[in-house]
């Protein structure tokens, strides 16, 4: 079963307005985090901003936000004020049990979207 | 944020032979890291898990003769592609955990003649 599902492959906003990318998961571990990456077109991978399951606020970043709602298992990323340089591959992640656990804390990534910014 | 590091960051070889890929931690001590493969516009698979001083965990799938993982200290650890094929060319990222989050190297792109 899918455990991330990013259901947009393709999103395109214009410079100066905020843009919403969905991720959905699926777990039954009580203890986990979620992870937004960018991934540019020169391939590397950009931490952005982290979300563990039982914190209380939605985590932000600068222009970055995690919009979490724990009952709908939803972890969307909004970005506000888009430039052209936020243009890229974009990555939810999730991570399960971490010490003790058997995943040794390794992620499991969504499909991806790629964001396009129009001037 | 911490910095992990990779090399190289391309290569191109023929087939048959084997390649290796480092991938550093530059300031801070990983016991874990992971090592993935990305093929074009598509999402990163797990490849293996590697632990300093133990055995690489690998994933279902992977042939773990194929790909050597080797963490020999707290900062280094190596994937060795071997007897490399034109199907093993891909794009190769490593990272390095310490503790709450991932951080991942710049990626090796691999092309196999």
């Known amino acids: 079963a899918q455990k991330i599902t990013q259901t947009q492959p393709g999103m395109f906003v214009q410079e100066k307005e905020a843009v919403t990318l969905d991720c959905t998961y699926d777990?039954?571990?009580?203890?986990?985090?979620l992870f937004w990456y960018k991934q540019p077109s020169s391939g590397e991978m950009i931490f952005l901003i982290y979300?563990?399951?039982?914190?209380?606020q939605n985590a932000t970043e600068g222009r970055y936000s995690l919009n979490f709602q724990k009952a709908r298992k939803s972890a969307n990323l909004v970005i506000s004020a888009s430039q052209l340089g936020d243009s890229a591959m974009y990555f939810c992640a999730m991570r399960e049990a971490f010490a003790g656990g058997t995943s040794y804390g390794k992620l499991t990534f969504g499909q991806g979207t790629i964001l396009t910014v129009h001037p | 944020g911490a910095v992990v590091s990779q090399h190289p960051s391309r290569v191109i070889c023929k087939s048959g032979t084997s390649v290796k890929i480092e991938c550093r931690s530059l300031?801070?001590?990983?016991?874990?890291m992971f090592w993935y493969r990305q093929f074009p516009k598509q999402s990163l698979m797990l490849m293996a898990t590697s632990n300093e001083g133990s055995k690489a965990t690998y994933e279902q799938g992977v042939e773990k003769d194929k790909f050597l993982i080797n963490h020999a200290s707290l900062t280094l650890s190596t994937l060795t592609v071997t007897s490399a094929h034109p199907e093993d060319s891909s794009f190769y990222i490593c990272?390095?955990?310490?503790?709450?989050?991932?951080?991942f190297g710049p990626g090796t792109r691999l092309t196999v003649l």
């Open positions: 300031d801070f001590q990983a016991t874990t």
């Open positions: 979300q563990g399951s039982y914190d209380q």
């Open positions: 777990t039954s571990d009580p203890s986990y985090g």
């Open positions: 990272s390095a955990s310490d503790t709450d989050t991932q951080y």
